[in-house]
């Protein structure tokens, strides 16, 4: 899409926050990333990243990460008080600062309607010198709540009108407008005035993705292999090792049923994929619909399918989201069986 | 409760999978604790238990666990079908079980209005000597849906009914009954019939303990520090470092609003909690209402907390479910300062 649109390509690395994965994008000529927190931008400098943005608003515990990445490293921050220069008045490394923008999300930002707010943002950086005014980044992340296609369409068409505007307001500055949430980079086709998209989630899809038209069921990329723990004949129900501890608690709504995972095809009682072979959709499709902490509960399973499964059997299962469910299980093992590290937890 | 009940107390260490903490049980007495995996059994095998419960029903991958811990270790399972004892067969080490029970909540167990399915899996538990039959376990966890005080009071009549016909009916294998989630053990007076209790969220509590009457307010006692990141003065809104990667995505109605947690008094701007004081409920609670993967969102805020609050300070907030904010941070540090470790992820 990136190429496509002729527009750069910043993928942020939340999703995966693996060393591994991101390797894989080298090979694709990628060496701008996105991280949302400065420990991860360490983890990725280690990793042989050297353009780094940190795409959370910039924090006074920040200060110690930064300074410890090494000198040669482009490092880039997101702002969006005046309040942070108090803070960012003592940094003695050389930043590049993107101004948050707010096309009503509502999450943070400078109100994209506030532009006198901007100019107050940019006055305050010009008291240290080591501090370089970028651009503009914007996450309109509204579009994963939206009310369908029109819905996302529209937020899209107006984030790029107000950054459009923004970019002209400051036109003596030559901003750079970065953009671009996995819905909308997936879906849309007008980039008009964006400079550089910075998606993350596309890296595996998950099930919301796809219920939003992201991509195709068959495009989701990351599934948790869960144990059958038992089988209770008596209502086709199933339980599995697969709880709020791996799955995170995030819901979807699907044909009038909360889901918090779905089945795919292929895989039950064949243990780890090593075959190198993948899944594919269920044609009668198993949804995990209760969770606590380690249990998950799968109802009304189709007969064929209840009758093939058996206990200690593995279910490969999609998750609602991808980003919260690799956090929370910290590695990967590919279709082939090897292990893929992740960023390692805090302390 | 226990003792005034004159119950045994097995108490579920799920929720702090720490070994320090679990060190502060032993100073009560407590020689036998509750687990959910073989994982967390072998982890506090090591911190010195060898009484433990392993509260999941048992599936095939545990086996290779269960060998490692120690012969002279008593190791109790959980069982919910007959499948199951094809591996439970290969067992060449004295393990108790109990038949979990479900007495209503429909996640796992031998539905209490079943009692033929009690006696097919007894009966094939004899074709292991090393199995022993020790009686009834059950989590009544619809308590924590159900419909005010009465509601839940209801069904921890009916578990302790369903629960008595059962120890009735195989009295001649003198079954104890094993019982309790949270909520019905910080509640409730009559507990016939049971011979152990075994709650495991009562070591913190948290919003939704409170919201069901299992606690006050100043009794929950973990709270997660998120250093605030941003203030928007016109709306009175806050972004804080904290979001779905650290309360989980458990969400809790409160007066009418979604909350992922809730502020505490005397806290905002004194940076970690290092005075031992603690902390106690604001008079004018400021709610979490909004998370993404790392952002969280506090929307207006009463006007002398807002403009009491600086970038940088730490807000301490109270989580929905303390297990899960507990299993996605790794760690603790006491009000006094003190670090606390956790049961390392796998892999």
Redesign the interface.
Known sequence: MAKKHGLGFRPHF?THQSASIGQWYKDFGVSGITV??FRMAEYFAVAGWKDLLVA??????DLEYMVRLPADHTVSILV??E??FE?LQKIRRRVSFYIDVDTGY???GV?SDDPEQAERIIRCSRKNRNLDFAGFYCHA?HSYKAAGADGRREIHRKALSDLAILKQQFSDLHPRVLYGDTPNCSTQENFEGVDTITPGNFVFYDLFQWSVGSCREDEIAVAMAC??????P?ERKL?I?GG??HF????LRLEGQVVFGRGVEGCAGTGLLFSGAGWSPMKEPVSLT?I????G?IRDCPPGFFDRV???DLLYLLPV?S??TA??M??YVTTEGQ?I?MMP???
């Open positions: 939340k949302s927190s959370f608003p910039f924090s006074p515990p969006d008080s309040e942070i803070v509502g999450r943070t109100r992340g144990p059958v723990v038992s089988r209770y008596g339980l090792h709020a501890v995170s608690k995030e819901e209760e606590s902490q380690e249990h509960i058996r206990i200690g989201h980003c919260l956090n929370l910290g590695g292990q590290g937890r805090p302390g």
